[in-house]
């Protein structure tokens, strides 16, 4: 008999737009995602329009919101689950449909009334970012344990121009490697078991449609908010577009819902965009901003760091700490935060974690005279802490082996000599509350920097003859996380992990820096930067001036590069400014003056990325409209061209002219190997051009030595 007629639901943003269609009784089918339709954009229904190949089913089943296993899809399964073997094969029966925001958010309610479940996925477009999200929880409607093993917080279409996937791949020392595939007939997958966000497997990707480069054509990208285990894969469908699923993975029995119970899934955030890659950052920018849960509800700017890690390391000497806070403080620094080493029985890495009290053998008067040397040189003083995690030699340890994440019978693992707390051990959590919250308020502590330096392993609960607790360690942080900023409003928390294990959107709800990486050479960061970039405002990026030679690397490079580089993201120092020369000192703080100087302009409006020929990578910071840049262009190596090709500014207003001006020089370390005219005239004077010719043809580039950076600002003049 005749079904009655579906129902579409419509999505739309200022630039996108998502269409959905709801047959009665089954899930939603993915109709559309992709750049802004009309308000009345209407389409067919799907089936109508399908001509049924040879060989198939009689029930034509496309691509839904829960593409799921057993009644006919036949492609990857947004749901695996069963009930003791029964129940393995899920279909939606009904929908409900719940507007939130009317066009703008709502929640799908699918019923599956014979495998009995139920699935509530939200989805939200935002008009103002263009970024979507998505949410999906099960419930166990049932009368036996389910046991779902796999739940995708969200299944994207993908249309079947799209070509390239990149992600980003990498480890310790180097995150963020761009790692570009082609996408064909064969399923693309990433996965991460590691516990923690990872240093090797982001978790989001961009897929790129034919002819789209930084500044222009259609990308599509997507985010799992999730600082735990997760996989995400793109498989071709039938019909030639291709489908995008991206979830937690589950260990095995992490799943299991008792009757009744309920398991959501982390968020997916998503958009697309028709101005390239540099677009659809500048939307996951926008949509990170929103998120960010700042002290007194606004980001001050962002104060210059001095941190002590490879300063001293574990040799924390208080008349040395305090010598170095002192010469910090005189060349521009605002926050002074102590890294690892200040607490009991810390003078290596092989014993500590745990014991969150000051050692009294390095500072036999605890912190308090060093917070207050710090706070009277006019800086705010941050602390490096490590709650997840414990020294089997220290005095928690000792008190409490049973609160090591472990599994009876099997050798604990260490990592960086350290084990993992199992902190949705309710003793566990308010131990660390306490320890923290004893810290924040007996000392005038701004700023956290909270580290987490080794992957989870034998991570079972209940004292080592439970289930497998990945997932409920992730929500511990939060909840963690979440108690002490409600009892310590005032506090900034910096999300490291070794580096940039831990750098994702849900982390940030709670935090408000990150450590891009343990590897502080500049021209390593250039790349690592620009990866983080993608997804990440700048204004959250710590990113330090470090020594020379850099200590993860051994390469050297100028004060000028280290710090034009570091300067784009959140500026600190990480190294002895008291082993400086006057000069260098000098330089350091005129460094420093700079970022001050710009920092509201790199921390707020838009970044554009892009490269030059002749081994150039720029990165130019401004208002939307273009009407205001900052313009740093690095040279990655050494020319390869007897003349550089000038570099082509496609973000400019083609009807508009530019004062162009050349704001630091480029002198000292030999960096600028042939002068010409109008390089002294850009730096002089400044030189005025037209927005066309600097897009289309390109601003002259300076010759200069590799590991350099030209700095500029391009002003509007007119129209
Ligand atoms: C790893 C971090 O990434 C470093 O910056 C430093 O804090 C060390 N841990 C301290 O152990």
């Not at 190596?637 to 003349?643: C, G, I, L, N, T």
Request: hydrophobic share 40%; with cysteine.
């Amino acid at each position: 008999h005749a079904r009655p007629p579906a129902t579409f639901i419509a999505l739309h943003g200022t630039h996108s737009s998502l269409l959905l269609e709801c047959p009665p009784h089954e899930a939603p089918l993915w109709r559309y995602w992709g750049p802004r339709l009309p308000d009345s954009a209407a389409a067919p229904a799907l089936r109508a329009t399908r001509a049924l190949p040879s060989f198939m089913l009689d029930f034509d089943q496309p691509l839904t919101v829960l593409p799921s296993f057993g009644v006919g899809w036949f492609g990857q399964s947004a749901l695996l689950a069963h009930r003791n073997g029964q129940d393995f094969a899920q279909a939606i029966t009904a929908c409900e449909i719940e507007w939130l925001t009317p066009g703008q958010s709502l929640v799908l309610h699918l019923n599956d009334a014979v495998a009995q479940l139920r699935i509530d996925l939200r989805l939200s477009l935002d008009p103002a970012s263009d970024v979507l999200t998505l949410q999906t929880g099960i419930t166990n409607l049932g009368a036996g344990a389910l046991d779902v093993q796999w739940l995708a917080a969200a299944t994207l279409p993908l249309p079947g121009q799209a070509t390239q996937v990149r992600s980003y791949a990498g480890q310790h020392n180097h995150e963020f490697m761009l790692q570009t595939d082609t996408l064909s007939r064969s399923l693309w997958r990433r996965e991460n078991r590691r516990g923690r966000t990872s240093h090797d497997c982001f978790p989001g990707a961009v897929v790129t449609t034919p002819g789209s480069t930084e500044h222009s054509g259609l990308v599509f990208g997507a985010h799992l908010a999730w600082s735990g285990n997760h996989q995400q894969s793109i498989e071709w469908l039938h019909d030639g577009q291709y489908q995008w699923q991206l979830g937690e993975w589950l260990a095995p029995g992490e799943g299991l819902l008792q009757p009744g119970e309920h398991l959501l899934t982390p968020e997916v955030v998503a958009s697309c965009s028709m101005q390239g890659l540099n677009g659809l950052a500048a939307n996951f920018h926008r949509e990170l901003r929103a998120r960010l849960n700042w002290p007194g509800g606004t980001m001050r700017p962002r104060p210059v760091h001095l941190n002590t890690w490879e300063a001293f390391y574990f040799d924390l000497e208080p008349t040395d700490v305090m010598a170095l806070a002192s010469a910090a403080a005189e060349v521009g620094i605002e926050r002074f935060v102590l890294d690892d080493g200040w607490f009991q029985g810390r003078h290596n890495d092989r014993a500590g974690l745990g014991d969150w009290w000051t050692d009294t053998g390095k500072f036999p008067d605890g912190l308090a005279p060093l917070a207050s040397h710090v706070n009277a040189l006019g800086m705010e003083f941050g602390l490096w802490v490590e709650p997840e995690m414990v020294n089997p030699d220290s005095d928690l340890f000792r008190a409490h082996p049973d609160w090591a994440l472990q599994i009876a019978g099997r050798a604990l693992i260490t990592g960086r000599h350290q084990l993992v707390l199992n902190i949705a051990h309710p003793p566990a959590a308010d131990y660390l509350f306490e320890k923290l919250s004893a810290l924040l308020h007996s000392l005038p502590i701004r700023y956290l920097k909270w580290d987490h330096n080794r992957d989870l392993t034998t991570a079972a609960l209940a004292g080592g003859v439970g289930t497998a607790g990945y997932r409920v360690q992730v929500l511990a942080v939060y909840a963690l996380l979440a108690r002490l900023r409600e009892a310590h409003p005032g506090v900034e928390i910096e999300s490291c992990s070794g580096g940039g294990g831990r750098i994702d959107f849900a982390m940030l709800r709670h935090t408000h820096r990150v450590w891009g990486s343990d590897c502080i050479d500049a021209l390593s960061r250039v790349d690592i930067q620009r990866g983080f970039g993608q997804f990440f405002p700048p204004e959250i990026l710590g990113s330090h001036i470090g020594t020379a030679p850099a200590h993860t690397t051994g390469r050297s490079q100028s004060l000028a590069f280290r710090a034009a580089v570091a300067m784009t993201g959140h500026l600190g120092v990480e190294l002895d400014v008291r082993l400086l020369s006057a000069t260098m000192r000098e330089q350091l703080g005129a460094w420093i003056g700079r970022y001050k100087a710009w920092r509201e302009q790199i921390h707020h409006g838009q970044v554009w990325r892009g490269e030059g020929a002749d081994s150039l990578v720029w990165q130019a910071h401004g208002d939307p409209e273009a009407n205001n840049i900052l313009l740093f262009v690095f040279r990655t190596a050494p020319s390869s061209h007897r003349y550089t090709p000038p570099l082509q500014l496609p973000m400019l207003d083609a009807r508009a002219r530019y004062r162009v001006q050349q704001l630091v020089a480029m002198d000292g370390d030999g960096a600028l190997q042939s002068p010409a005219p109008f390089f002294s005239e850009l730096l002089a004077s400044g030189v005025d051009m037209d927005g066309a010719w600097l897009a289309q043809t390109g601003l002259p580039m300076p010759r200069a030595t590799a590991e350099t950076c030209f700095i500029v600002r391009l002003q509007r003049i007119e129209p």
